[in-house]
């Protein structure tokens, strides 16, 4: 995972998520416990009661959901399949861009060209 800058991974079973396994699943229920990755099957340490959202989701509702539960990804599903995977990263980015957008428009406002993002 660290070699590929993957933060987490889905797991599926008949095309259905059935868990995330991250990498602090790695540190605090691996390492931590002195389990050896070998001889440890995904099913020990993956997260199976994940929490969802859908594409209609709000940055904000992310934002939120991921200091709630303290976790950094939320799956996207429609209709019970995955479509996506929102990391605290990409939310972390959106924001900024929401931001710097209504930066801009608050400048155009002020400057008399009305108000434009």
Known sequence: ?????????LVTEGGKIV???????????????G????????KEVMVSNMITVTKDTSVEQCMALMKQYNIRH?????HDQLVGLVSMR??????????????RGLENYIMGSGFQS
């Open 1 to 9: 995972m660290a070699g590929a800058h993957i933060g987490a991974l």
């Open 19 to 33: 868990g995330i396994y991250t990498e602090r699943d790695y540190l605090y229920k691996g390492e931590n416990e």
């Open 35 to 42: 389990r050896n990755a070998k001889d440890t099957q995904i």
């Open 74 to 78: 939320l799956p996207v599903v429609e």
């Open 90 to 103: 990409d939310v972390m980015f959106a924001a900024l861009e929401n931001k710097e957008s209504e930066i």
